[in-house]
């Protein structure tokens, strides 16, 4: 297995291999045993669907079919359901370890993935203002054993770059194109005659040979689970960032957020299972870059929106609820008249959820993690203590 | 597309993000001629070719000591069973050369890309690859691997801003086009080399006539112009004695004479003597000069002005070249005596290859180069590239055939073909990940020139990496 990783450094200094802890490999124990990880949904998840808000009145009638999907979820209290597909999630819910967040946004307030994603990562109140990542800040204030992170992916993602040093970590084998790319190529050749046909002639065969991009491009989340789980268990990384992309279910959304959300569910599990004992003192933070629309769009889909839902999981979270300031989903109550209304501020959640990890003066942490927004960290109990 | 797009994407190499649109597209490429450097700074990690051609020696060496070591035995007694030696056994020796003439070739093929991601002159520096292909050679002889680069550093760039026949002569005398094509062996069957062979009974060695028939058919004036076999068996005749110093170590390196390893060498005694005559005309000269003088007939011919003409208008001007295109470069060629800074500026002065609409399917070459170009990457490493290239079909100096890579779509834009550009464009993408946005690059790179369905395929990407790669795939990406 070690043979086939390959290591990336990223940052001025090289990280050594043994910087990220291999096993079989004695290093000193750090102060104390948190980890924390931070899982991007990129692509904007839907989460009127994830954490669906089948107590609300309006909700029924906004969504038609898809709360077909709901009827086989699991209850959080009498006002929201968790998608069936998240079935370990439940679980970590039902064990006080899962807490979701509702109507949560970053302050980003337009609808472009690219801006949006980087006011998710940089933590600043607009694109493009701020040039590092609230990941990378976070490791200036933690003690040298604990500042440790890694990116799993070939590159080191925007949210963990700055001036600490960080690793990252890739399977060299990573399936190539994604299933979502193909199906953009396809569209942006639908007007091309020669691509067009040239195309189609290559998915035809590819769907005949067998070697279907469902198989081949589909992220593998118990296996990113289990990578992750693998690396931060040992005496090296203690925190990790893993990207997932797929997110943006502008057609077929029932089915493919039904994929999308079981592959999250295998991968937060293979994560928990991976991690042993040490999951007792872990954080996962899972969080989109927005949300989408209330009202489905002709194409079973949901167009770009506001709110959305974040989760917070772990041993160390004091779960078993949902944190939501709820802003109804009557016309007059939505955003714009039709998404999800922010009620509560991400950056504040995540700087809450982090400094009651780390022991940390909240306000520093907000300061530091998010220097633009205004507004305190979360005081109300995220971690146990 | 804009001209001056068309000067960076057709004529040049593919946009950078830092290139400005040129305001004169005609003079941006003509003041290249003066810019352009034919060993620039990024080749000096080329291992020399004294060096390469020792390695090479030292290897041709081992394995006929090893057939040697197998077939004494045999000789001395015959009816005893021997202990033979294994064949399948690796030779530490050979492995450790093979090795490093795999490394040659990994050095000089990166140079190569590097070279062109990082160069001002990218329409020279394409013209360079031109050329390189039409004196094709390709690495799976192994003799080429570590000298196909010094071929493209040595004989093609110094050239491309010189005249045809230099550049004719300096690939001829190359010593990767002498071992390619089998010339470094052959042997005038009259020359005293040859009279040894016959008078010793021994293996049969003697003209080949490989290079010769190359010249004619793919180097010069091209394919049924009208020579005859006797022709081409006339000017292997000539070529005789053309060969390599120091790369061949056995009893008969010392017939070859003592040029240093990897110079070109005439051997007198391998040259076949007496006058030759080729395609009606009679080459009294003597030794080396022979064959020069044939050389500089053909460049000279009006067939070669026609086939170079072809080539060039195809490689600009679209896969059904333009007559009207062929005819002007054709007629520059000839009125300059083979002047190719003239034929070049003939092109640049032509309406053809300035048509808005893309001409060319980029070769994945070209794919690639402009790729990475997009994304301002400057050194890509020595095993990636390689890894690219052959990946996507089209490994550096390995065209499998002296005639080189194909220059037509048909040859280039296959389904799966498409499909490998689209996963390493992903590759790409996210190697660079959420730090380029691709529609602001995508305006940049094509400035007034961007198709709306491709402005909003990126701009509705779900994460900044899918966007580049849309823009990497995309209509106006994939072709020139």
Known sequence: MISRRSFIAAGSAATTLAALGFPGMAFAKAATDRRFIFIIQRGAADGLHIVAPTGDPAYAGLRGDFVQDLVAGSKLGSFFTLHPALAETAKMYGDKQALFVHAVASPYRDRSHFDGQNVLETGGSAAYRLRDGWMNRLLGLLPADEAKALALSTTVPMALRGPHDVSSYAQSQLPSATDDLMARVSALYASDQQLHGLWNAA?????????????????????????????????????????????????????RLNAQLRNLDQLVAALKAGLGSDWRNTLVVVATEFG???????????????????????????????????????????????????????????????SQHYGLDPARAMTTLFPETRGSAFAQSLITA | ??????????????????????????????????RFEPRPQILARVPSRTVVATQLADYIEEQRMAGQARRRPQMT???????????????????????????????????????????????????????ANHFAVSVDKLPVIGLAGLLEFEAIRPHVLGRFSDMLLAVEQHPAMLVYLDQAQSIGPNSRAGQLVAMRGGRQRGLNENLAREIMELHT???????????????????????????????????????????????????????????????????????????????????????????????????????????????????????????????????????AQPLKFKTPWEWAVSALRAIDATSIPAQAQAGLLKQLGQPTWQPGSPAGWDDIAASWAAPEALVLRVEAAQRIADSVGSSVDARALAEKLYPGSLSDTTRTAIARAESPAEGLALLLVSPEFVRR
Do not use: C
Not at chain 1, 233 to 243: N, P
Not at chain 2, 5 to 30: C, M, Q, T, Y
């Open chain 2, 77 to 131: 007694n015959a009816a005893m069973p021997q202990q033979q030696p294994d064949a399948k056994e690796i030779d530490p020796v050979k492995r450790y050369l093979r090795q490093n003439i795999r490394q040659n070739y990994l050095v000089m093929s990166s140079a190569r890309l590097d070279s062109a991601l990082a160069s001002d002159n990218p329409f020279v520096e394409r013209l360079v690859h031109f050329w």
């Open chain 1, 292 to 354: 989408r629309t209330a009202k489905p769009n002709g194409t079973g889909g949901t167009d770009h929106g506001q709110a959305s839902a974040a989760m917070l999981l772990g041993g160390a979270v004091s779960g078993g609820k949902v944190v939501a300031d709820w802003p109804g989903l009557s016309t007059a109550a939505l955003y714009e008249g039709r998404d999800l209304k922010p009620t509560t501020d991400l950056d504040a959640l995540i700087a809450g959820a982090l």
């Open chain 1, 203 to 255: 998915m035809d065969t590819r769907m005949k040979g067998g070697d279907s991009m469902q198989a081949g491009g589909r992220q593998n989340g118990a296996t990113i689970g289990s990578l992750a789980a693998k690396v931060l268990s040992g005496d090296g990384a203690r925190i990790a960032m893993i990207e997932t992309n797929g997110w943006d279910t502008h057609s077929g959304q029932r089915a």
């Open chain 2, 221 to 355: 004036i091209g394919v049924r112009t009208g020579y005859s076999q006797a022709d081409v068996t006339e000017f292997a005749r000539a070529l005789t004695g053309w060969t390599v110093g120091g790369i061949g170590r056995g009893p008969g390196a010392r017939m070859i004479g003592n040029a240093p390893a990897g110079e070109f060498q005439f051997a007198e005694l391998l040259h076949e003597p007496g006058g030759r005559k080729i395609m009606g005309k009679s080459y009294r000269q003597n030794g080396e000069a022979q064959a020069r003088a044939v050389l500089t007939d053909l460049a000279a011919s009006p067939a070669t002005a026609k086939h170079l003409a072809t080539k060039l208008a195809r490689h600009f001007a679209g896969d059904e070249p333009p007559p009207a295109l062929m005819d002007r470069l054709s007629k520059a060629y000839l009125a300059s005596n083979g002047d190719l800074p003239t034929v070049y500026r003939a092109l640049i002065e032509s309406p053809e290859p300035w048509a």
């Open chain 2, 1 to 34: 597309m804009l001209s001056s797009v068309i000067a960076l994407n057709r004529f040049g190499l593919g946009a950078r993000p830092g290139d400005h649109p040129p305001a004169d597209p005609k003079r941006w490429l003509l003041q290249q001629f003066d």
